[in-house]
């Protein structure tokens, strides 16, 4: 079973990224890796608030659910993300207020994100889009599980945001960014630069020293 200081981290996390405006009232999930299972934010939950029993325990392999409470619907694609990436040990997906509205745009497939190093350095020069499929099904778990299986964010059309990472902190670092790049785009009223592609380059070389 779930250990008593796993679950005490894991709700304080949630009270944090409420704070941030991350999460109003039920809109958005959080999961953890917990060993064999994961802790999942139970439905209709609201993370600013979270309580003890509203947390629910699922066995990573299968799903089930093994201390009676019953997981956020979105849990298909918090364990999806979970089984094809082992390097990854939370998950968010939330619904911030700049990053929202960009994914209701009409042009939203137009937009290049990487308005700051902190896009490409900590978030992922490329953020797929997933079209708009309905929250809880089982095509919304698949088509987030399979995108996250090369990235750590991704937006869906209408609906909301998802992140991964290894930690609270870098979960919560990738989503205060996003929502950063998509304030910018908002505010901008549409006007304004990104990175070019040698820039980018030069980041990941001098920043992520991912070449020589």
Known sequence: MTKEKELEEFI??????????????????????????IIISGTGSWLSSLRKE??????LETGAFVNGIKPSMENGFHLGV??????????LHFQSHYATAVSCM??????????????PCHVGKE????????????????????????HNACLLINHGQVVCGKSYDEVFEKASFFEMACRIIVQSGMNYNTLSDQQIEDLEVYVLGKKI
């Open 12 to 37: 304080n996390n949630a009270h944090r990224y409420g704070r941030e405006g991350f999460v109003p009232c039920s809109s958005g999930n959080l999961s953890a890796r917990a060993g064999e299972n």
């Open 54 to 59: 509203q947390v629910s325990v699922c066995k």
């Open 82 to 91: 979970f089984r094809n990436r082992p390097d990854v040990n939370v998950v």
């Open 106 to 119: 009409k042009n939203v497939g137009e937009l290049d994100f990487n308005v700051t190093a902190e896009i």
């Open 127 to 150: 953020i797929p889009l997933i079209p708009y499929l309905r929250p809880g099904s089982k095509e919304l778990a698949n088509a987030v599980s399979e995108t996250l299986k090369t």
